[in-house]
């Protein structure tokens, strides 16, 4: 009987131990998988690459590839949330739509070089945002965040699958879904033509060197502000994207 009960505890003890030890792996292994994030900030952006853009090209490229940097900074700033990035290049002649990424996460993108941006024909702006807005919602989940960007330094004046009115009619749609959309704009009244749209959120900038890199500066402190209101998970993140704060 005593040999009984000494086995039985033999037994239990290196039970024990063993258990302890898987309990304690789990632990360790627990504390190095990375956080699932919640949701997704999908960032859309759509340049103009008619040939009007040639005197600001390089300011544009420029432009376009320290957003990307901001994009992949504020990935950073959370576990919970993640970056997606669509570019979008958009002119008739050639290749009308051009993406350069196409719902790609933050982390995996890289400057872009002249060949993913190329200047060519005229202005087709109500084709390029009604075919990439209307591509993003097909992945976007329920409780992702969309900021669509819209950059062009010219009216619309080639579109053949979209117009004003139809364009209009998806945004405001979207809008009430909780999409956030911005228009910048160069060598018109951006607030006017971002209205008969549906945009609210508006920015008028120069078409010369100075003006191209002022304007993304201020871009870059507007998205991040918006960033963080994502961050503190405010309620109104649609008004005000372009704030006199950020001057």
């Given amino acids: ?17 063993f258990a302890s030890k898987l309990h304690n792996q789990a632990l360790l292994t627990t504390k190095h998988i990375k956080i ?19 005197s600001i090209y390089e300011q544009a490229l420029a432009g376009i590839n320290e957003t990307l940097s901001t994009i992949r900074e504020e990935a950073k700033k959370s576990d919970k949330i993640e970056q997606s990035v669509t570019v979008l290049s958009f002119a ?14 933050a982390e995996q993108t890289s400057p872009l ?10 202005t087709a702006l109500y084709d390029a945002i009604g075919t990439s807005v209307t591509d993003l919602e097909k992945s976007k989940g329920k409780e992702d965040k969309v900021l669509v960007t ?10 053949i699958e979209w117009d004003g009115a139809s364009v209009k009619k998806l945004i405001d749609r979207l809008c009430k879904k909780g999409w956030v959309f911005t228009y910048i704009g160069a060598n018109q009244d951006a607030a006017l033509e971002a209205g008969k749209i549906g945009v609210k ?8 060197i100075e003006g191209t890199v002022n304007m993304f500066a201020f871009e870059k402190q507007s998205r991040q502000r918006w960033n963080k ?7 109104d993140i649609q ?3 372009f704030s006199d704060d950020d001057k």
Wanted: proline share 2%.
């Fill in 1 to 17: 009987m005593r040999i009984f009960y000494t086995l039985n505890f033999v037994v239990c003890f290196f039970v024990f131990i």
């Fill in 36 to 54: 699932m994030a919640q949701f997704k900030v999908h960032n859309l952006i759509i340049v103009d690459a008619s040939g009007s853009m040639t």
């Fill in 92 to 105: 008739s002649g050639g290749e009308p739509l051009q993406y350069a990424y196409r719902n790609t996460i």
């Fill in 113 to 122: 070089t002249p060949n993913d941006y190329t200047l060519r024909g005229m």
């Fill in 150 to 159: 819209i950059i062009t330094d010219g009216y619309e004046n080639d579109s």
């Fill in 201 to 208: 959120n508006s920015l008028t900038f120069e078409a010369t």
């Fill in 229 to 235: 209101r994502v961050r503190l998970n405010e309620n």
């Fill in 239 to 241: 008004n005000d994207y």
